[in-house]
């Protein structure tokens, strides 16, 4: 379990936000074109986000699992 929750975390922090460096270079590339729908840029979560997430999963898990 800690395994799977340590590559969820490193997801919701890491992988997203580099996807969405990528996104916004890719605006900037192609900010030129009138016709172009923009990529979404906030796609990861914060820090303080990813540990809110965990702290509440496992108060709530604890309460149900009791």
Do not use: C, M, W
Request: charged share 15%.
């Amino acid at each position: 379990v800690a395994v799977f929750a340590t590559i969820v975390l490193y997801d919701a922090i890491g992988i997203r936000y580099a996807v969405g460096q990528q996104a916004r270079f890719l605006n900037d590339l192609v900010g030129r074109n009138v016709d172009h729908l923009a990529f979404k840029e906030h796609l990861g979560h914060t820090p303080q986000e990813v540990i809110a997430g965990a702290v509440l999963g496992v108060i709530v898990a604890s309460l149900f699992f009791r």
